[in-house]
């Protein structure tokens, strides 16, 4: 029976997509694992990999089109002795249900679960000791490893046998996520107060509207899927989050004399430390030492996070995105410098993973290399504090009754009132300026 390849949820809140290109032609011999397509989401572009063998017997959805709905068919695949013939009646409609569909989840910190490419009937799965092919979706391969586990030794609960997240999870020890069924009975009709407050209408044309009437010359750039979501978020963030700022100045010679000595020692070939990578180190030891700013608001609680994951702006062509550094207070300078690199180089390719920039317990926003005395950040929800780093410059400063000049920076945190109070944002800001201008510290 022919195969639908479904538009596949590449992370929890996927609900749409733009399918950017295809990697393999109509009549081309598809095995698993091989690459079908790129998906452009709003804010990456990932490869979509075969689940099953065949042939690619029909493209439903061309090339460049945006806004195809998660688990629409995009394509068909003819199974082994199939011809064209078995397509009769066969082509795009309604999205077929889908095994795994992962289903947005409120503060959402580990990896997202992709929804696999699915298929309306699949064989049943042989087991590699018989040196067959073992059936498993593209993220229970991941998955599995990731953590070391031997697909071959385990039995799916998937559709027709298949190996899905839940018993990679449940092999590797770790907790399964609950099955997505049904909503219950007894589900309240509407929620409002849980629901963010609607953008208030414009009470006049908008800008494309007024330009056209006044005449005015314009080029009109549609919008990106990363700047619809960058407008709606932060839009939601300044409605529903109620923000009050503290802005603190750090003197940065200190930690500009121990960069330049780091990276004396390291060489040409050594990782060169940038401001930027020291700020983060700060930033990480000063949650650590102040863990209630560390935190997030939910309508059940307040989530103090274990670890800093410390998502750093960065800026694209199609907008802002923040990839991750994980646990970063763990992590010396160079580790933090080399993964910071690489991050920003995808994140500006739009290649990174939605693991790696989902989720976060706290944002840095850095403007200084732009000349940016000091700014306020707009808080990335669900997080509770972002940092607004400003440059460094040369000020007049008194010491010991005397004035001197110091190379100084300001920075502001905008907090999460919901959350985290005055006194603990101040208290993290007082952490954070004593290790900028004392840094050996950070290194204890």
Request: charged share 20%.
């Amino acid at each position: 029976m022919p195969i639908q390849i479904l538009m596949p949820a590449l992370s929890p809140t996927m609900t749409e997509g733009k399918l950017a290109s295809w990697e393999m032609s109509v009549g081309d011999t598809v095995s698993a694992g091989d690459v079908l397509a790129e998906i452009e989401t709003d804010k990456a572009t990932m490869e979509v990999e075969a689940v099953d063998e065949g042939k690619l017997a029909k493209i439903l959805v061309e090339a460049g089109t945006e806004g195809v709905a998660v688990n629409t068919p995009i394509a068909i695949l003819l199974e082994e002795g199939e011809d064209e013939s078995a397509l009769e009646g066969m082509g795009g409609g309604a999205p077929a249900p889908v095994a795994e569909a992962a289903a947005p989840v409120a503060n959402e910190t580990a990896a997202p679960a992709a929804a696999p490419v699915a298929e309306t009937k699949a064989p049943a799965a042989p087991k590699s000791g018989d040196g067959g092919r073992i059936f498993a979706s593209p993220l229970a391969r991941r998955i599995a490893e990731q953590k070391g586990v031997d697909l071959s030794t385990l039995t799916g609960s998937g559709p027709n046998g298949r190996i899905v997240k839940a018993d990679v999870e449940a092999a590797s020890g770790a907790p399964a996520a609950a099955p997505q069924t049904a909503a219950p009975a007894a589900q309240p009709a509407a929620q409002p107060a849980a629901q963010p407050a609607a953008a208030p209408a414009p009470s006049g044309p908008g800008a494309k509207q007024l330009a056209d009437m006044l005449g005015m010359d314009y080029e009109l750039e549609p919008l990106s899927g990363m700047r619809k979501t960058i407008a709606k978020r932060l839009t939601e963030s300044k409605q529903t989050v109620p923000h009050f700022y503290l802005t603190v100045d750090c003197e940065l010679d200190k930690l500009l004399a121990l960069r330049k000595e780091l990276n004396a020692k390291a060489g040409d070939d050594g990782v060169k430390l940038s401001v930027n990578d020291l700020i983060i180190k700060a930033s990480a030891v000063a949650l650590k030492q102040v863990p209630a700013a560390n935190a997030s608001y939910d309508p059940e609680g307040t989530l103090y996070y274990k670890n800093a994951d410390i998502s750093v702006a960065v800026a694209t062509p199609a907008g802002l995105i923040t990839p991750i550094i994980k646990a970063a207070q763990n992590k010396g300078l160079a580790t933090i410098s080399a993964e910071m690199k690489d991050l920003a180089a995808r994140a500006r390719d739009n290649k990174l993973k939605p693991e790696e920039y989902q989720g976060g317990t706290f944002s840095i926003s850095n403007l200084g290399m732009f000349g940016i005395k000091d700014f306020a950040a707009v808080i990335n929800p669900p997080q509770g504090c972002i940092l607004a780093v400003g440059a460094g410059e040369q000020r007049p400063v008194v010491k010991d009754g005397a004035l001197a000049v110091a190379t100084v920076m300001s920075v502001t945190l905008s907090v999460d009132h919901r959350v985290v109070d005055g006194a603990v944002g101040a208290q993290f800001l007082a952490a954070f300026k004593k290790l900028v201008e004392d840094p050996m510290t950070m290194l204890l």
